[in-house]
């Protein structure tokens, strides 16, 4: 019985936190915890613990006396992330170079090969999923204590965001699809070759690559966002 419980809240966890990089889940959408309960048979408790553990990771807001919800994208956040992401991705990379394990690298290699298969007959979403996949295992060979939390939450809103370059409008865009696979290969030889400067450099590279993309996530249409989807939250 409690192995069956563990599954189910493994299960409810994974579902959740894939809808949110997806937008299947709109940034701050709530969360409907009765049905949630229902639907992954779970007590209050277990479904409560599981939305914990997506709150502190940057999923889900809990909010005393209201729920939960997913985690709103402002124009404030977005900001900040357009500022903090091209840092943080260097530093990741350079520490990734520096302590990656061969079993990381393996499975790097191993999700960069996902990640082309989504390319050629994937949806937006699974493309999403695979580079999301990919950072993370980034993220994890940096083993960094102070870095590793900031990388993570920032994943997130860089998977919401690229939705939009996962879902190619113009011959340019498909072209940079590509572009951003060979680049995940030069990662990867980087990181292997123990190469810190080549691997900041790429992180810079494969930034610029997607951030002209912010353009397209703001705009309504391009993702059939509602206008309130955002918070015009502009304070400092």
Same mark, same amino acid.
């Given at each position: &019985?409690?192995?069956?419980?563990?599954?189910?809240k493994s299960t409810l966890?994974?579902?959740?936190?894939?809808?949110?990089?997806?937008?299947?889940?709109?940034?701050?959408?709530?969360?409907?915890?009765?049905?949630?309960?229902?639907?992954?048979?779970?007590?209050?408790?277990?479904?409560?613990?599981?939305?914990?553990?997506?709150?502190?990771?940057?999923?889900?807001?809990?909010?005393?006396?209201?729920?939960?919800?997913?985690?709103?994208?402002?124009?404030?956040?977005?900001?900040?992330?357009?500022?903090?992401?091209?840092?943080?991705?260097?530093?990741?990379?350079?520490? *990734?170079?520096?302590?990656?394990?061969?079993?990381?690298?393996?499975?790097?290699?191993?999700?960069?090969?996902?990640?082309?298969?989504?390319?050629?007959?994937?949806?937006? *979403?699974?493309?999403?999923?695979?580079?999301?996949?990919?950072?993370?295992?980034?993220?994890?060979?940096?083993?960094?204590?102070?870095?590793?939390?900031?990388?993570?939450?920032?994943?997130?809103?860089? *998977?919401?965001?690229?939705?939009?370059?996962?879902?190619?409008?113009?011959?340019?865009?498909?072209?940079?699809?590509?572009?951003?696979?060979?680049?995940?290969?030069?990662?990867?030889?980087?990181?292997?070759?123990?190469?810190?400067?080549?691997?900041?450099?790429? *992180?810079?590279?494969?930034?610029?690559?997607?951030?002209?993309?912010?353009?397209?996530?703001? &705009?309504?249409?391009?993702?059939?966002?509602?206008?309130?989807?955002?918070?015009?939250?502009?304070?400092?």
């Amino acid at each position: &019985m409690k192995d069956a419980a563990k599954q189910r809240k493994s299960t409810l966890y994974d579902t959740l936190k894939q809808q949110v990089l997806t937008l299947e889940l709109r940034p701050g959408a709530d969360l409907d915890e009765s049905d949630l309960s229902e639907r992954f048979g779970l007590s209050r408790t277990p479904l409560r613990e599981v939305l914990r553990q997506l709150a502190g990771e940057g999923y889900v807001d809990l909010r005393e006396n209201r729920g939960a919800r997913v985690t709103e994208m402002s124009y404030t956040t977005l900001r900040d992330f357009f500022l903090a992401a091209p840092m943080i991705y260097g530093a990741i990379l350079r520490l *990734a170079a520096q302590h990656a394990k061969s079993a990381q690298i393996a499975e790097l290699k191993a999700t960069q090969e996902d990640f082309r298969a989504a390319l050629r007959s994937g949806s937006s *979403a699974e493309r999403a999923l695979a580079n999301n996949r990919f950072h993370e295992i980034t993220g994890d060979m940096a083993a960094n204590v102070y870095l590793l939390p900031s990388f993570k939450r920032l994943l997130i809103d860089h *998977a919401r965001i690229g939705m939009t370059f996962y879902r190619p409008q113009t011959n340019e865009m498909a072209e940079n699809l590509t572009e951003a696979a060979d680049q995940h290969d030069a990662i990867i030889a980087a990181i292997e070759a123990g190469d810190e400067s080549a691997a900041a450099k790429l *992180a810079e590279d494969h930034w610029n690559l997607s951030r002209g993309q912010i353009e397209l996530f703001v &705009m309504p249409t391009a993702l059939d966002v509602p206008m309130g989807t955002f918070s015009r939250n502009t304070s400092a």
